[in-house]
């Protein structure tokens, strides 16, 4: 074979040869002309050995392109786009399957409404009467939306979501205050937070508490500047939401953020050479600007001579809750209890406690110490308290949110204990479902919710632990796949619940029937009086104009006597009129486990009592 064909079939291979003939030029000058026959077997040994080794040379390859790296930016407005739409997700199943909840949450849109009415937005009112229960600035914003949109029913149910959603980069932007160095923290810490079902319920149901929440990060993330001195002004941050906070939570906000402030010698590290006199001077300018905030809010109530809603709403250090989900009244180390269920699904992550155990015996990051204060001094000024809700603990849910994020994804600690498999959701996934299946063949514990010793209870417990075997199965991913893995998997369970629960929730409650029938009453200016307590819960879906008259069992008659045409609100478990056993309501409805009943006054008066 000659030359030329073998540079046909390898030209990378022209450059050795030439090589190898410039090296025997200089033998030949170097020792003189080669001889003929000498010169032959060199090309032929030469050829024979190039012929041999066409086979085993590799053939070139077509050059490869790398593979361009994504910017930043559109990883990082995927991951906003993806814990967006997870938290608008419960937010919208609730609005297509769900009435507002009676009588929490039909309270609230009664004193929004009745604002409305008024127009007065200084003093909140519910059935005519001042309503100092919760602060005003929730029904501002419900009513400064009803004058963009109009009157309709879901901006009040909207709004605290949105408030949520803005917590969210609110929480974004305080890790990244915290740790400037870590980018997946501050990327992920949003979807920690959302991944919480008590999060994520909580932005479902209509109250002012995630504008506590929403002001509290504000508060933090001005405290947070202030330490890293990355925003300037960072005393305005604190004296907005110390300033606004008792409008939306009382005096809430100073229990969040007010340990924060003082307990910061201890919190901030020593080699940060921080100067404590320039720290306390902008902690002055932040109470100051709090200060002037509520004395201008305070001087226009002066002016309407209402002192006595301020005292009322001051009266307590928190304000009711929206829905009451418990009641009220528990001991001391009820929020000790409850921590870990409303910081559910991290509460029981076995990574994320590996890594905490992992790191027991090294220098506490100050960011991670940071969080410990928001924490745990806020948790003991609550257990101090007679009324407990587990909605106070919601403004301390990203401060968790927070440090387990950094548990989970900072530089320092990703690879450990990564591959393991105790570290999955399996093991918990299948206690947690075991024993929910199991509760309900135990004795009754009274300070347990009664929902656990029902049959349902069991099998859930059941659908967890089946849940959890399959988790086993899967190869163990990544942390941030697993991260979204929760946080997605979570959101789908509570949308199933929502859409599974909410779809029976309007025949229990038939508020909205009760509300639209005195609706056409209150036009026909017929009385109506309301036997009992009212809280409101039909004032919004009849949209009434005027207040019911509220009177108590002894009361009715005479009210009767005195409406002869009129209407009366009873319930079944309470007074009923003697002529119920002959005479049928005018309107009977569900209402809960009691029902609803409308009499006419005529038909109280004939059966006499």
Known sequence: ????????????????????????????????AATPGITAIEKLVVEEIEIADVGTLPVDAPPTRKRKSRPAWILATKTVATWVGLALLPVLAALAVRSPWPVDE??????????????????????????????PLFFWLITYGWGVLGVNGWWPRLLPALFGLASLFMTQRLARTLWPDQANVARFAPVLLLAMFFWAFSTTLVGGELLLVFFTLLGALGIAAMWRRRIRHGYLLLGLALGLGPLTGALAIFIYLVPLVVLAPIWVSRSSGWRWGRWYTGVTKAMLLAVVIIVAWAFALYNRIELG????????ALPRASVILFS??????????????????????PLMWMRLWHTRREKMDTG????????????????LLTIKQPQALLPILPALALSTAYLLLSDELVDYAQDSALSSMALPLIIVGGVLAAVPGLPRVEALPALLWEPRAAYIGVTIAIIGIAVAWLPVSGIKQRIMNIAVGGTALLV??????????????????????????????????????????????GRLTAPLEV????????????????????????????????????????????????????TILAGGS
């Open 368 to 383: 991670m110490t940071f969080c410990l204060f928001w924490v745990w001094p806020a948790i003991a000024v609550l257990s």
């Open 496 to 541: 199933i619940a929502i859409l599974g629960i909410g779809w029976q929730f309007d025949q229990l409650y038939e508020a909205k029937i009760v509300g639209t029938y005195l609706g056409v009453v209150e036009r026909e200016q017929i009385p109506v009086a309301h036997v009992g307590p009212y809280d409101g819960q039909y004032h919004f879906a």
């Open 309 to 316: 809603y301020v005292e009322g709403l001051f009266s307590n």
């Open 106 to 135: 039909t309270r609230t849109l009664a004193v929004a409404w009745e604002m409305w009415l008024r127009g007065d937005l200084l003093v909140p009112h519910l059935d005519g009467a001042v309503y100092s229960d919760q602060p």
């Open 1 to 32: 074979m000659s030359s030329s064909l073998f540079s046909k079939l390898w030209p990378n291979a022209r450059t050795p040869r030439k090589k190898r003939r410039k090296k025997k030029r200089r033998k030949r000058s170097a020792h003189g």
């Open 551 to 602: 009177v108590d069992a002894a009361g009715i008659h005479q009210w009767a006597m005195d409406h002869p045409d009129g209407v009366v609100v009873t319930y079944t478990n309470g007074w009923q009129p003697r002529a119920a056993v002959l005479e049928q309501p005018v309107l009977e409805a569900a209402y809960g486990d009691q029902r609803v009943r409308l009499w006419e006054a005529r």
């Open 328 to 349: 009220l009244e528990r001991p001391w180390w009820w929020y000790l209890a409850v921590l870990p269920v409303v910081a559910l699904p991290w509460s029981i992550f």
